[in-house]
């Protein structure tokens, strides 16, 4: 059964740092592109970065370029998503969503329940 | 960027009757190459998982109901639900994956009348 389990929300401070950590299960995790998707309280979905399977790709929304950063450890079948500079807009429920193993991105086809990021002082 | 539009923003249908959503992109999302469009539709239910029910457009994610359908090329899109269940009610989204970012329609959410 695929698995991904997201961990790491919480509440912090504006210009904060946190780091969200994705640990999937159930499938050949070093042949998956990984993206993290956020929705903010009352909005919608809203694509936020994805990395290639081998870690040599990594795209990002802009208004989080120069702030989040994509990574993940093969070895250990996790993802993770290191967010500094932290905004109030950034407050959402934080998804990481399994993609298929093609040479490009593509859809989502498998999805963890989310962790809560709350930016406020 | 690819902007993506959704309508309507809500749609009440009776048990049993069809629902309709649209979604139109702001640039073709047809890849040539390929002959396929870049496009997939997403069902979330409060406190869940967004659930994949749609990709290329029209191709059926394994386990999906057929009453779930999707249609369209180029721009301009739709998912109809056949025959709406109870099961049904939820919000659903279009995304476009020809390029990034990888944007998503506003959400359309369905209820029951």
């Known amino acids: 059964e695929v698995q991904l389990v997201e961990s790491g929300g919480g509440l912090v401070q504006p210009g904060g740092s946190l780091r969200l950590s994705c640990a999937a299960s159930?499938?050949?995790?070093?042949?998956?592109?990984i993206s993290w998707v956020r929705q903010a309280p009352g909005k919608g979905l809203e694509w936020v970065t994805t990395?290639?399977?081998?870690?040599?790709?990594?795209f990002y929304v802009d208004s989080v370029k120069g702030r989040f950063t994509i990574s993940r450890d093969n070895a250990k079948n996790s993802v993770y998503l290191q967010m500094n500079g932290l905004r109030a807009e950034d407050t959402a429920v934080y998804y990481c969503?399994?993609?298929?193993?093609?040479?490009?991105?593509?859809?989502?086809?498998?999805w963890g329940q989310g962790t809560l990021v709350t930016v406020s002082s | 960027d690819i902007a993506v539009t959704q309508s309507p923003d809500s749609l009440a249908v009776s048990l049993g009757e069809r629902a309709t959503i649209n979604c139109k992109s702001s640039?073709?999302?047809?890849?040539?190459?390929?002959?396929?469009?870049?496009l997939a539709w997403y069902q979330h239910k409060p406190g869940q998982a967004p659930k994949l029910l749609i990709y290329?457009?029209?191709t059926r994610e394994s386990g999906v109901p057929d009453r779930f359908s999707g249609s369209g090329s180029g721009t301009d899109f739709t998912l109809t639900i056949s025959s709406l269940q109870a099961e049904d009610v939820a919000v659903y989204y279009c995304?476009?994956?020809?390029?990034?970012?990888?944007?998503f329609g506003g959400g359309t959410k369905v209820e029951i009348k």
């Open positions: 969503a399994r993609e298929g193993p093609f040479e490009s991105s593509t859809w989502s086809d498998y």
């Open positions: 159930g499938f050949t995790f070093s042949t998956s592109w």
């Open positions: 990395m290639k399977f081998d870690g040599s790709e990594k």
């Open positions: 640039q073709s999302v047809l890849h040539s190459s390929s002959n396929k469009n870049f």
């Open positions: 290329w457009a029209s």
């Open positions: 995304q476009q994956y020809y390029s990034t970012p990888k944007t």
